[in-house]
């Protein structure tokens, strides 16, 4: 998780409530992504954003907005939370992992609970 | 569309037994094959990868064979120890398209190792 930071890690929040999730990276790449993991189905695709200023939607964006205003910054956004949104979230970026291959790097997660 | 199928869990076993864990994918064209490991509490780390047909990837003990024929990329390992107790995902990420970098994971399996 080195160089991937989320904030905050825990949230509770009532419905119809708005917040935003922050990612942060100080590894200097480009590609950053946004997915959920729910029990029984893995982790799934909410946004991405291939670059700095352009972001593109995964498999399930509804109910979610994305922010990467510089190259360092993604957030996710829900402005008005429902309980289907209860999950854990990850953020994930595109790095060299290895003999210059890229791989995805994965933050620490930010559980959320919509009440 | 691109997906994958793990075997459903969990998974309990004794230390030093034989692990496989089963994954199965569809993909079109030729997807770069995962295993990710998500510890208690953590986020995801890439455990293993294999690019094409016939590679083996291997870490920490675990294998797994790219096997094209069988659209397959079986987990395995020799002995487990109770700190390979985790989830563990299957993941591809097939090239082409407009969805840079992105993964599609199985549902994952969390497999409990006891002493």
């Known amino acids: 998780n080195a160089g991937v930071t989320q904030t905050p890690k825990f949230q509770v929040l009532k419905t119809g409530q708005s917040m935003t999730l922050q990612c942060a990276q100080d590894?200097?790449?480009?590609?950053m992504y946004w997915y959920r993991q729910d029990p029984g189905m893995g982790l799934r695709l909410i946004y991405y954003?291939?670059?700095?200023?352009?972001?593109d939607k995964g498999e399930v964006p509804n109910g979610y907005n994305v922010s990467r205003l510089n190259k360092r910054e993604f957030s996710l956004r829900l402005e008005s939370a429902a309980p289907s949104q209860t999950s854990v979230y990850f953020c994930?970026?595109?790095?060299?992992?290895?003999?210059?291959?890229?791989?995805?790097?994965f933050g620490p997660g930010t559980r959320l609970t919509v009440l | 569309g691109n997906s994958v199928t793990q075997m459903e869990g969990p998974v309990t076993l004794s230390e030093e037994a034989f692990l496989t864990i089963n994954c199965t994918y569809t993909?079109?064209?030729?997807?770069?094959l995962f295993w990710y490991v998500q510890y208690p509490g953590e986020g995801l780390q890439l455990l293993l990868k294999?690019?094409?047909?016939?590679d083996k990837g291997s870490n920490k003990g675990f294998e797994a064979t790219y096997r094209k024929e069988t659209t397959s990329f079986h987990l395995e390992k020799g002995s487990v120890q109770v700190s390979d107790s985790a989830v563990y995902f299957c993941?591809?990420?097939?090239?082409?398209?407009?969805?840079?970098?992105?993964?599609?994971f199985g549902q994952g399996t969390i497999l409990t190792v006891h002493p």
């Open positions: 994930a970026l595109m790095g060299i992992l290895d003999r210059g291959r890229n791989e995805q790097f």
């Open positions: 590894m200097n790449h480009n590609s």
């Open positions: 954003s291939a670059s700095e200023g352009t972001t």
């Open positions: 993909a079109t064209g030729y997807p770069s």
């Open positions: 294999a690019t094409k047909a016939d």
């Open positions: 993941a591809l990420r097939a090239f082409g398209g407009t969805s840079y970098g992105k993964l599609t």
